[in-house]
């Protein structure tokens, strides 16, 4: 009797251990941002919903597929544009799965497919265009790459969210002339900014020149503004030059002034030279001699 009990208890001990152990083999969880696909002896029996799932242990494998968005780094790539300049340029794609049966019976890697399928496409992508348009207009590129992408990999089950251009390395030759244009450009835009400077304050001068003669006493003005602004500095010495239109007016009146008086002082010296000498008197002396005139 006693040996029967310990068989009995032994016996019940094996089928709880095995009860537990069939428990935790077909006890699944899968988790809130994941589906689960449920191969019955390799054949796809359905999708599972987040939650505790129970499936037949040996007898079903229950895969999981994440359904976030996936961050996928495309490494850079050495591409020549249309316009034969050598350019190294890296992306960044962001996928996710919609469709989880298709992402893993469709295709055997999921990630490593878009890997490679997005590094053909970003040398087609901008070898088709020049370095200007890589450069400037990296949007458009972005959404070229997008699309032929989606075209791809819906048949995957998956959606691709955003590529994006990340880094575009050029050559050292070709940065340099980049900066000699860009310097040029800017030396160019200097230009036309100063004659543009130019022509409006030669137009302003006019305008004010043509309000100096109307009001003769403005420049005067100017003048002893400009003395005031000179002046802040003690220790400057300021030679400030008259007007010379009116200086040249002044010594035009001088010269005409000497002229008259030159011409006015002749006649008189004419006059003197023509009278008659003046006759010589003798004056008596006191002793009786002649003195001679003095």
């Known amino acids: 009797m006693h040996a029967f009990v310990t068989v009995a208890v032994t016996v019940l001990a094996v089928l709880a251990v095995l009860t537990l152990l069939g428990i935790a083999l077909s006890a699944k969880v899968v988790k809130q941002y994941e589906l689960g696909l449920l191969f019955r002896l390799g054949r796809v029996r359905g999708v599972r919903t987040p939650g505790l799932q129970l499936i037949i242990p040996f007898v079903d494998v229950l895969h999981r597929v994440t359904m976030r968005i996936i961050t996928l780094p495309i490494q850079s790539q050495g591409i020549i544009t249309r316009d034969n300049v050598s350019v190294d340029v890296s992306a960044v794609a962001y996928y996710r799965v919609v469709d989880a049966m298709k992402s893993v019976v469709a295709i055997e890697n999921i990630r490593a497919a878009i890997d490679q399928i997005a590094q053909t496409t970003l040398r087609k992508v901008v070898g088709q265009h020049t370095l200007d348009e890589t450069l400037s207009e990296t949007d458009r590129i972005n959404l070229d790459i997008r699309e032929i992408l989606d075209v791809t990999t819906v048949a995957w089950g998956v959606e691709v969210a955003l590529v994006e251009l990340k880094d ?36 302003a001068l006019g305008e004010a020149s043509d309000i100096m003669v109307a009001h003769p006493l403005a420049l005067q003005l100017r003048n002893l ?7 802040v500095d003690k220790n400057t010495t300021v030679v400030f030059p008259a007007p010379l239109m009116s200086t040249i007016a002044e010594l035009g009146s001088f010269l005409a002034r000497e002229t008259a008086a030159a011409d006015a002082a002749v006649p008189v ?25 003095s």
């Open 168 to 203: 575009i390395q050029l050559p050292d030759s070709m940065k340099r002339a980049m900066a000699r244009q860009a310097e040029a450009e800017r030396e160019k835009r200097a230009k036309i900014i100063n004659a543009e400077g130019e022509s409006l304050a030669a137009a």
């Open 225 to 231: 503004q400009s003395l005031v602004e000179i002046g």
């Open 269 to 293: 010296a004419e006059v003197s030279a023509a009278a008659p000498p003046v006759p010589a008197i003798r004056l008596p002396a006191s002793n009786g001699t002649e003195r001679p005139p």
